[in-house]
């Protein structure tokens, strides 16, 4: 062939080219046959112990707003230091190497000394009682990982000028479960310790900031028990994969909107596969899935009525009183306010709250929403109803009814009730009283007996019923309690006389919330109309630009009706507005200049299970205005004041939110005119 015929001739140089070529193709050859047949079991080895690691991604969760958009809860960056192990291998291996070493000369010196003791050198099989197990192995190996990641973050405590806590059981820990993760030192660093450690470390040391998204309720404790609580938890919910070797921490709404659309704020997790090597090291890092996140809901809370509430709470009554109050729209049932003390932060919860701090609030219930949660004796207020059942069966308002003297009070009248004469003392005066001077007054004596002759137990029940007393209002399932209410059955079996006086003072069988008796002032200032009570406007998508459908809650559902005349409620609506104006009224702390109030105040003894008085529900249940009513506000605090009243505990409450209502109510006329121009 031509090119061994150019060979046969004497030329050195083509003949070098030659070689040269045949060299390296033998090269070729041989690395090719190292590969496919020396090192196969090796790289099949490798290939077989390097797997991939899925992580569960979690969402950005929705915001949680006011009815003006106004930002309740949201989501902020968090800044966590972490270590990441992969970087750190070295370090690991060549500290192991070390204690290795250093146990086998301790290991030599013990078989030294064995041996001077017995003057002969060891058998085979004594010396294995000195050999390492591979548990003492690995203690060792633990040891050097234990070391080195304490000097790490001992250097890092000293360059940042703080001191860093190392748990080395939780390091080990970590280790052993979840080595391809990075694990954490410091978690949620302010804006100083960021910026320490990154002009402090460039890089090395296997340390670096980590990004999480973190639940923040930027104005506190503010609308807690609406907001609820999170706490964390990283499982998967519904339509999420549910297998994930690793998860990064994640919340779950318990209590509150975040616990009753947690499925909505929650979003859906995103997954990311990690590959590991045949040590656990985190090598490479793929997204798989993107997370979606969850979805904003937008309250019925006005967020200026809401503060206003809370800060009349704190200052009428100091820090941590039992109180509630909730402001609600008469005409469509929103909720426009609902405040609870004591209250708690629930940032303190999404951060992970310490034990004693959890006992703190354990101890004062702060966790428990007043306004839903807990059963209060209504004294007085529960008149109103009294009041209505009497009108409907025939009680004339201008008819007198003269209570009389207590004789072992001065100055208050009393009622005998009974054939043993069973006194109900009154906290009004004796003396003639028509319907509304015995109203404004709060005469116990005048609606004992207007209940007694006049309404009946089964109107008051009724009418009652009516109310919805003694049921839920459904704002939140596992949230609010029914309160009770006396029912058929119980006022046709062993039912006497002082049950149903007992009931015509708010007391007795009667317990109720504060969300009971807003939905039912509503009605008496709305003609009657009993609505369900709403705390969501709607649910829409964080990016309205990005899609998605919004979906809305209607307001105004109407639950039931009241039977009753609409002569009636005017007569009780003009008596409650009496309670405020009249100067011999027990509402008039209360009054705001500009806006007209009707109110009914309440006191009831509250007493523990042997029957003795350990405190007092004080109660004032208003609307306003009275020409055109929008708002009801009910306010309710328990106390042991002896001798306080719901004018004189409630009512400044209440004229606080007022001032914040006609405040609003004049910033908003006042835009309405300047748009107008």
Request: glycine residues 8%.
């Amino acid at each position: 062939m031509l090119v061994f015929d150019e060979l046969k001739k004497n030329d050195p140089s083509l003949r070098l080219v030659a070689v040269v070529l045949m060299a390296g193709l033998f090269i070729l050859l041989a690395g090719l046959w190292w590969v496919q047949v020396v090192s196969a079991r090796e790289y099949q080895a490798h290939l077989d112990t390097q797997a991939y690691r899925t992580i569960r991604i979690p969402a950005v969760r929705g915001k949680i707003l006011d009815r003006e958009g106004r930002v309740l809860a949201e989501n902020r960056p968090r800044y966590n230091l972490s270590l990441y192990l992969d970087d750190l291998r070295s370090p690991f291996a060549v500290a192991g190497d070390r204690l290795m070493k250093q146990a086998r000369a301790g290991q030599k010196q013990a078989i030294a000394a064995q041996e001077k003791k017995l003057g002969r050198s060891l058998s085979k099989t004594e010396r294995k009682q000195f050999a390492f197990t591979p548990e003492q192995v690995q203690k060792i190996r633990e040891q050097a990982r234990v070391q080195v990641a304490g000097e790490v973050v001992a250097e890092i405590s000293r360059k940042m000028g703080e001191p860093l806590p190392f748990d080395a059981a939780k390091f080990s820990r970590h280790y052993a479960t979840e080595l391809a993760m990075p694990f954490p030192i410091l978690q949620n660093l302010d804006a100083t310790n960021i910026a320490r450690f990154q002009e402090n470390f460039i890089g090395g040391l296997g340390a670096d900031l980590e990004l999480q998204s973190m639940r923040s309720y930027p104005l506190g404790t503010t609308a807690a028990h609406v907001l609820g609580e999170l706490r964390q938890d990283d499982s998967s919910i519904a339509g999420e994969e549910s297998f994930f070797n690793y998860r990064l921490p994640d919340y779950a709404g318990v209590t509150g909107i975040e616990g009753k659309f947690n499925a909505e704020l929650h979003g859906r997790a995103g997954q990311e596969s990690v590959l590991v090597n045949n040590m656990g090291y985190r090598q490479s890092k793929d997204v798989d899935t993107e997370p979606l996140p969850g979805e904003n809901v937008v309250m019925t809370l006005d967020l200026d009525l809401e503060r206003a509430a809370e800060n009349s709470i704190v200052n009428r009554r100091g820090q941590d009183p039992i109180a509630a109050v909730v402001v609600m729209d008469v005409r469509n049932g929103d909720v426009l306010a609902m405040a609870s003390s004591p209250t708690f932060d629930p940032n303190a919860f999404a951060q992970g709250i310490s034990r004693e701090k959890y006992q703190q609030l354990q101890d004062l219930e702060a966790e428990k929403n007043r306004a839903t949660f807990e059963n209060y004796q209504p004294g007085s207020i529960f008149k109103t109803v009294v009041a209505l059942a009497a009108l409907e069966n025939g009680l004339n308002v201008n008819e007198i009814y003269h209570v009389e003297a207590d004789p072992l009070r001065a100055g208050h009248g009393c009622i005998y009730i009974g054939k043993n004469r069973h006194k109900i003392e009154d906290t009004a005066p004796p003396g003639p009283y028509d319907f509304k001077h015995a109203f404004i007054h709060s005469s116990n004596a005048y609606f004992v007996n207007a209940g007694l002759t006049h309404a009946g137990i089964e109107n008051i029940v009724r009418i009652g019923k009516e109310f919805h007393l003694g049921e839920t209002t459904q704002l939140f399932a596992h949230q609010e309690t029914r309160g009770n209410f006396p029912t058929e059955n119980q006022i046709h079996s062993g039912w006497r006389e002082g049950d149903t006086a007992n009931v015509c003072i708010g007391q007795g069988p009667v317990d109720i919330t504060p969300i009971q008796m807003a939905v039912m002032i509503s009605a008496i200032a709305n003609g009657g109309t009993i609505l369900w009570p709403r705390l969501v406007q709607r649910i829409e998508p964080q990016d309205p630009a990005a899609g998605g459908v919004t979906t809305n809650f209607p307001s105004g559902l109407v639950r039931d009706r009241l039977m009753v005349h609409p002569r009636s409620l005017q007569i009780l609506r003009d008596a409650m507005l009496a309670d405020v104006e009249s100067s011999e009224g027990t509402g008039t702390a209360a009054a705001v200049n500009g806006l007209h109030i009707g109110a009914k105040t309440g006191t009831a003894q509250v007493k523990d299970s042997a029957g003795r008085l350990i405190a007092y529900n004080f109660w004032f249940a208003s609307f306003a205005p009275f020409e055109n009513p929008k708002y009801a506000v009910v306010v309710m605090v328990q106390s042991k004041e002896l001798h306080g009243s719901g004018g004189l505990v409630c009512a400044p409450i209440a004229h606080d939110v007022y001032e914040e209502i006609l405040k609003k109510e004049t910033t908003g006329v006042t835009k309405a005119l300047a748009l107008a121009k």
